[in-house]
């Protein structure tokens, strides 16, 4: 690794993730379909400046697919990179303190959508895979990288790919960097993923707009109708009375547990800070990691119905809408939770209403096998450049494409250079530049920490992973055994 790369590109780099993050990538809105595509343009020019003699770009029914691959080099490890280079849309407009894509450097941070999630990580890992070259160009191991842009809508391309052509995902280890450390100088590794089940819910209750002095007090609103109904499916203590939903739930381990406790969280911190609110809600019961890591949620993202727009309009409203999502947990599955939505939907509905419920997309939760050699490599790395190890974490958020990445067998890693205030999703979305810099040489590291690995060192043992379930087995119903004695 080129030591003093970091220092010496900095202001060339920092351009580079300027004209990056000034692309409107909104993959959500298709007025921002030409941007995705110059998204996806800039993504394939740098990957062929870095050397890589294969980039291509996968079309499909959506925003395309990038994919490269370096140099190949016989006897070494890969590793796959993902990533995307969408982005969310960025409203509401007048609470950024600078335009959304015009990237703004204010006290050694970087605001702009995307900055974090995930065009900067992306960026990161670009930059490590340039600096961890040789002279002759090549890095220290082949790499392979997708990239998506339709992480942020839910798009169907890469899923279609990789489920037609699963041999992409065949490697030593696949990287992806969209998340972020625990706490500041606390990196993390994730163990978890919540799934994700997004859905409309529609009501009508009239087939046109009423006059509210005419019919109100005696015609059924739809907005009313609607708040009732979502009001009906979570109460204000944070329990969601969808029947069966927390059934399913499998609880963290008790060491799991344990290891929570010993992360430097702070509550109050995580509400004036990232939650920047006046109280934290949800269940009470249980702790805020356990809230956010181990249980089902249930939001509402927006409501459309009735007048809007300013002055006064007096209608009772014909048809309402409102767009809600369910994160989801082990021992969930988004298919069965989508049937148990709709049957609480109509259990819930009046009579007066004709309710309907459509589902967007979503995914099952993740869970991650963190055993394998790679991690040890990452938490020398970061050992090495931040002076910690990796602690080991869930995360709240979802990632539907994880499991599609591990369709060959090998480990995915989730990691990220963010911090818990970088705001994704939000205005002032920002990455802090030192985290940026540091990123790059940590994964240049790792690149080159992998490189030297042997590819059979990385290479699950099946038949020691097989003697080790037989183990716990007999573990179990020895102590089933015992249980059963002692009752007697």
Same mark, same amino acid.
């Given at each position: 690794?080129?030591?003093?790369?970091?220092?010496?590109?900095?202001?060339? %780099?920092?351009?580079?993730?300027?004209?990056?993050?000034?692309?409107?990538?909104?993959?959500?809105?298709?007025?921002?379909?030409?941007?995705?595509?110059?998204?996806?343009?800039?993504? %394939?020019?740098?990957?062929?400046?870095?050397?890589?003699?294969?980039?291509?770009?996968?079309?499909?029914? *959506?925003?395309?697919?990038?994919?490269?691959?370096?140099?190949?080099?016989?006897?070494?490890?890969?590793? @796959?990179?993902? *990533?995307?280079? #969408?982005?969310?849309?960025?409203?509401?407009?007048? $609470?950024?303190?600078?335009?959304?894509?015009?990237?703004?450097?204010?006290?050694?941070?970087?605001?702009?959508?995307?900055?974090?999630?995930?065009?900067?990580?992306?960026?990161?890992? @670009?930059?490590?895979?340039?600096?961890?070259? =040789?002279?002759?160009?090549?890095?220290?191991?082949?790499?392979?990288?997708?990239? &998506?842009?339709?992480?942020?809508?839910?798009?169907?391309?890469?899923?279609?790919?990789?489920?037609?052509?699963?041999?992409?995902?065949?490697?030593?280890?696949?990287?992806?960097?969209?998340?972020?450390?625990?706490?500041?100088?606390?990196?993390? /590794?994730?163990?978890?993923?919540?799934?994700?089940?997004?859905?409309?819910?529609? +009501?009508?209750?009239?087939?046109?707009?009423?006059?509210?002095?005419?019919?109100?007090?005696?015609?059924?609103?739809?907005?009313?109708?609607?708040?009732?109904?979502?009001?009906?499916?979570?109460?204000?203590?944070?329990?969601?009375?969808?029947?069966?939903?927390?059934?399913?739930?499998?609880?963290?381990?008790?060491?799991?547990?344990?290891?929570?406790?010993?992360?430097?969280?702070?509550?109050?911190?995580?509400?004036?800070?990232? +939650?920047?609110?006046?109280?934290?809600?949800?269940?009470?019961?249980?702790? /805020?990691?356990?809230?956010?890591?181990?249980?089902?949620?249930? $939001?509402?993202?927006?409501?459309?119905?009735?007048?809007?727009?300013?002055?006064?309009?007096?209608?009772?409203?014909?048809?309402?809408?409102?767009? +809600?999502?369910?994160?989801?947990?082990?021992?969930?599955?988004? &298919?069965? +939770?989508?049937?148990?939505?709709?049957?609480?939907?109509?259990?819930?509905?009046?009579?007066?209403?004709?309710?309907? /419920?459509?589902?967007?997309?979503?995914?099952?939760?993740?869970? /991650?096998?963190?055993?394998?050699?790679?991690?040890?490599?990452?938490?020398?790395?970061?050992?090495?450049?931040?002076?910690?190890?990796?602690?080991?974490?869930?995360? *709240?958020?979802?990632?539907?494409?994880?499991?599609? @990445?591990?369709?060959?067998?090998?480990?995915?890693?989730?990691?990220?250079?963010?911090?818990?205030?970088? *705001? @994704?999703?939000?205005?002032?979305?920002?990455?802090?530049?030192?985290?940026?810099?540091? =990123?790059?040489?940590?994964?240049?590291?790792?690149?080159?920490?992998?490189?030297?690995?042997?590819?059979?060192?990385?290479?699950? #043992?099946?038949?020691?992973?097989?003697?080790?379930?037989?183990? #716990?087995?007999?573990?179990?119903?020895?102590?089933?055994?015992?249980?059963?004695?002692?009752?007697?």
């Amino acid at each position: 690794m080129d030591t003093a790369f970091v220092a010496r590109e900095q202001d060339r %780099m920092l351009r580079e993730l300027t004209e990056f993050l000034s692309i409107p990538s909104v993959s959500a809105l298709p007025d921002h379909a030409a941007d995705c595509r110059r998204a996806a343009d800039w993504l %394939m020019q740098e990957l062929r400046r870095l050397g890589c003699p294969v980039v291509t770009l996968v079309e499909g029914q *959506g925003h395309p697919v990038v994919w490269a691959e370096g140099p190949q080099l016989p006897g070494r490890p890969t590793l @796959l990179i993902y *990533g995307h280079y #969408d982005v969310q849309p960025p409203d509401p407009l007048n $609470e950024w303190s600078s335009p959304p894509f015009e990237p703004t450097v204010r006290e050694g941070r970087l605001y702009a959508r995307g900055a974090a999630d995930d065009k900067g990580q992306v960026f990161c890992l @670009l930059k490590a895979y340039e600096a961890s070259r =040789g002279a002759d160009g090549h890095p220290p191991l082949n790499v392979h990288f997708i990239f &998506e842009g339709e992480e942020e809508c839910g798009g169907r391309v890469v899923f279609d790919l990789l489920r037609t052509e699963p041999e992409r995902t065949r490697a030593d280890a696949v990287l992806v960097c969209d998340m972020s450390y625990f706490a500041p100088g606390w990196p993390a /590794v994730y163990t978890a993923l919540r799934g994700l089940c997004y859905a409309e819910i529609s +009501v009508r209750t009239l087939q046109r707009d009423l006059h509210s002095g005419t019919y109100g007090g005696a015609a059924p609103n739809a907005l009313e109708t609607l708040v009732r109904l979502l009001a009906d499916l979570k109460d204000e203590d944070g329990k969601i009375h969808i029947r069966k939903l927390y059934k399913s739930v499998e609880e963290p381990s008790r060491s799991e547990r344990k290891a929570w406790k010993q992360l430097p969280f702070d509550e109050e911190r995580f509400l004036t800070d990232e +939650v920047t609110g006046k109280s934290l809600t949800g269940l009470e019961d249980y702790s /805020v990691l356990e809230r956010v890591w181990a249980l089902p949620t249930f $939001e509402i993202h927006g409501i459309k119905g009735g007048f809007t727009g300013e002055g006064a309009k007096t209608v009772i409203p014909a048809q309402a809408s409102a767009k +809600v999502s369910l994160r989801l947990v082990p021992g969930q599955r988004y &298919e069965k +939770v989508a049937r148990q939505l709709r049957k609480a939907v109509a259990r819930f509905a009046p009579k007066w209403a004709d309710v309907d /419920v459509r589902i967007h997309h979503g995914g099952d939760p993740v869970q /991650v096998d963190v055993e394998s050699p790679a991690f040890e490599l990452l938490d020398q790395a970061f050992e090495e450049v931040v002076g910690r190890k990796a602690v080991q974490a869930r995360a *709240g958020g979802s990632s539907p494409i994880v499991p599609e @990445l591990g369709l060959e067998g090998a480990p995915v890693i989730l990691t990220g250079i963010g911090l818990p205030d970088d *705001g @994704l999703h939000s205005p002032n979305e920002k990455l802090d530049l030192s985290q940026l810099w540091s =990123g790059i040489r940590i994964f240049a590291r790792f690149f080159e920490l992998l490189g030297a690995t042997d590819p059979a060192v990385m290479a699950r #043992d099946e038949d020691a992973e097989d003697e080790e379930e037989d183990e #716990d087995e007999d573990e179990q119903e020895a102590a089933a055994a015992a249980d059963q004695a002692a009752a007697r």
